[in-house]
């Protein structure tokens, strides 16, 4: 097993910049894909990317590709998403997640380890 802990969310205003961070612990980072998800309120919880193991391979929506890029370090056992150009519509709950298999699944149940996720708040 893996447990995921986030960090980095906040207020910023539209245009602004945050990091956002997700520390692996148990098993290492390494053996898993890992994706960020987010879930604004009264929505249901929405796929935004995810990273093959090595990190070779990426995959991000349309509505944040080219903003928030996604990268890790499993060296640090850590998988990152940094969000530029932020608008009022990327406030929601930033959740992290993983699978033992790189595939590019936009329902959270294929996903079986979660974070607690970490609260983006953007202001216009």
């Known amino acids: 097993q893996v447990q995921l802990v986030e960090s980095g969310g906040g207020l910023v205003q539209g ?7 997700c520390a ?3 098993r290492t980072s390494s053996n898993y894909a890992m994706a960020w998800f987010r879930q604004a309120p009264g929505k249901e919880r929405e796929f935004v990317a995810i990273i093959s193991r090595s990190g070779a391979s990426t995959y991000s929506v349309d509505s944040v590709k080219g903003r928030f890029p996604i990268s890790r370090d499993n060296a640090k056992n850590t998988v ?20 033992p298999v790189f595939q590019i699944y936009y329902t959270p149940s294929e996903y079986p380890y979660w974070g607690q996720g970490t609260q983006v708040t953007v202001s216009s």
């Open 15 to 21: 245009g602004g910049s945050l990091s956002l961070s």
């Open 24 to 26: 692996a612990s148990g």
């Open 80 to 99: 990152y998403l940094q969000m530029n150009s932020l608008k009022p519509e990327d406030t929601a709950v930033y959740y992290c997640a993983a699978r």
